[in-house]
């Protein structure tokens, strides 16, 4: 699975505001998928500071096959003025 998304907001007289993602997933068995994320977005007429970059990486797991799924994703994002970095990793089922 493939999905990439761009988008973009013109406002007259100041800079637009854009992003982008890319989001892969991949079925390593019938019970297990793989999923990549890479996203960016930029609000240039604000500040340089508003900026989100992020990438995650996470698995699917088909516990009961259309019933009970547990996922697991890590997710890595770069934000503010000077893109610190905070990751987190988020599990639900």
Same mark, same amino acid.
């Given at each position: 699975?493939?999905?990439v998304?761009?988008?973009?907001?013109?406002?007259?007289?100041?800079?637009d505001?854009?992003?982008?993602?890319?989001?892969?997933g991949?079925?390593?068995?019938?019970?297990?998928? @793989?999923?990549?994320?890479?996203?960016?977005?930029? #609000?240039? +007429?604000?500040?340089i500071? *508003? !900026?989100?970059r992020?990438t995650t990486l996470?698995?699917v797991l088909?516990?009961?096959?259309?019933? @009970?799924r547990?996922m697991i994703?890590?997710?890595? #994002?770069? +934000?503010?003025?000077?893109? *610190? !970095?905070m990751?987190a990793l988020?599990?639900q089922?």
């Amino acid at each position: 699975m493939l999905r990439v998304e761009y988008i973009a907001r013109h406002r007259p007289l100041e800079e637009d505001d854009f992003g982008w993602y890319v989001l892969g997933g991949f079925r390593v068995t019938p019970q297990i998928q @793989v999923i990549a994320r890479q996203e960016d977005f930029q #609000r240039p +007429a604000i500040e340089i500071g *508003r !900026r989100v970059r992020a990438t995650t990486l996470g698995a699917v797991l088909e516990i009961a096959p259309n019933r @009970v799924r547990l996922m697991i994703d890590g997710v890595r #994002r770069m +934000a503010g003025a000077g893109q *610190r !970095r905070m990751d987190a990793l988020i599990g639900q089922i």
